[in-house]
T-cell receptor, first 116, second 114 residues
Framework: AQSVTQLDSQVPVFEEAPVELRCNYS??????LFWYVQYPNQGLQLLLK??????LVKGINGFEAEFNKSQTSFHLRKPSVHISDTAEYFC??????????????FGTGTRLTVIP | NAGVTQTPKFQVLKTGQSMTLQCAQD?????MSWYRQDPGMGLRLIHY???????DQGEVPNGYNVSRSTTEDFPLRLLSAAPSQTSVYFC?????????????FGNGTRLTVT
């Protein structure tokens, strides 16, 4: 089964500064990758996904991510963050289990705190 | 549409008690799943279902049972609660049988086992 590793558990950044949240995946022939966001006391929402095609994926709220096969990475970026971006961000991979079913497996999360 | 509805929002149990966490979706989604979220561990898959009458285990199934008698409902049963099951539980659904479409999450059930 494939997995993802989020390298930073917490990332503080000043408002209007750029941010990058890092995610590495275990290599495979084909890989489907996702970023989800969780605001306080809520469930997760999809930010963006990579299934195939262009390696630069644009999502909601001004976020984008780049699929890099050689570095097995799928880092999330935003050029200028707002206070409202404060949340926890999860990288996820679609992986086939031993029973042959496909499920979504999540990383441990990165808490982004935007400082006024 | 209500989306994915989880009840209750909060629950406190004593060790050894049993209970059922309810999950219902009104989007006619085939795929449904249960995750638990623990600090520093992200979300871990407990059980999932690809349609009515079909369920299977995820990463951390021990201590939990599920059933899927209808497309809409996917309850999670704790047979004999243990403190290690203190967690926030999320139910999620997706169209089709493979969750490469967005997973729609409920708002979670916060469970404390004393």
């Amino acid at each position: 089964a494939q997995s993802v590793t989020q390298l930073d558990s917490q990332v503080p950044v000043f408002e209007e500064a750029p941010v990058e949240l890092r995610c590495n995946y275990s290599s495979s022939v084909s890989v489907y990758l996702f970023w989800y966001v969780q605001y306080p006391n809520q469930g997760l929402q999809l930010l963006l996904k990579y299934l195939s095609g262009s390696t630069l994926v644009k999502g909601i709220n001004g976020f984008e991510a780049e699929f890099n096969k050689s570095q097995t990475s799928f880092h999330l970026r935003k050029p200028s963050v707002h206070i409202s971006d404060t949340a926890e961000y999860f990288c996820a991979v679609l992986s086939r289990s031993q029973t042959g079913a496909n499920n979504l497996f999540f990383g441990t999360g990165t808490r982004l705190t935007v400082i006024p | 549409n209500a989306g994915v509805t989880q009840t209750p929002k909060f629950q406190v149990l004593k060790t050894g008690q049993s209970m059922t966490l309810q999950c219902a979706q009104d989007m006619n989604h085939e795929y449904m799943s249960w995750y638990r979220q623990d600090p520093g561990m992200g979300l871990r898959l407990i059980h999932y279902s690809v349609g009515a009458g079909i369920t299977d285990q995820g990463e951390v199934p021990n201590g939990y049972n599920v059933s899927r008698s209808t497309t809409e409902d996917f309850p999670l049963r704790l047979l004999s609660a243990a403190p290690s099951q203190t967690s926030v539980y999320f139910c999620a659904s997706s169209p089709g049988t493979v969750p490469n479409s967005p997973l729609h999450f409920g708002n979670g059930t916060r469970l404390t086992v004393t």
